[in-house]
């Protein structure tokens, strides 16, 4: 069973910056895109960020040029750069391939406010 663990996370005020970490337990960013998805209160899962095999990064209309997605194949670590953040950025965070193929983790919370 594949396990994903978000960390990271936290009480940042707008404008403000931070990096989401995600470990995955074996080695499935090697062989699949991965993906940081986000859930806000009342809203559906949505996906925010990817990146391809080959490197190739994709990422929400809405937060391109703010985020920046990110893997370290070796380490089976994938990692989210969040600047400028907003308060409509706040959401709880989770890892997966893209499409998601494992059980979700637990996520990590993100909140955007003064």
């Known amino acids: 069973q594949v396990q994903l663990v978000e960390s990271g996370g936290g009480l940042v005020q707008p404008g403000g910056s931070l990096r989401l970490s995600c470990a995955a337990s074996g080695s499935i960013f090697r062989f699949n895109t991965m993906g940081w998805y986000r859930q806000a209160p009342g809203k559906q899962r949505e996906s925010v960020a990817r990146?391809?095999?080959?490197?190739?990064?994709n990422y929400a209309d809405s937060l391109k040029g703010r985020f920046t997605i990110s893997r370290d194949i070796t380490k089976n670590t994938a990692y989210l750069q969040m600047n400028n953040l907003k308060p409509e950025d706040t959401a709880v965070y989770y890892c997966n391939t893209y499409p998601p193929l494992y059980a979700w983790g637990q996520g990590t919370q993100v909140t955007v406010s003064s």
């Open positions: 990146i391809g095999i080959s490197g190739v990064e």
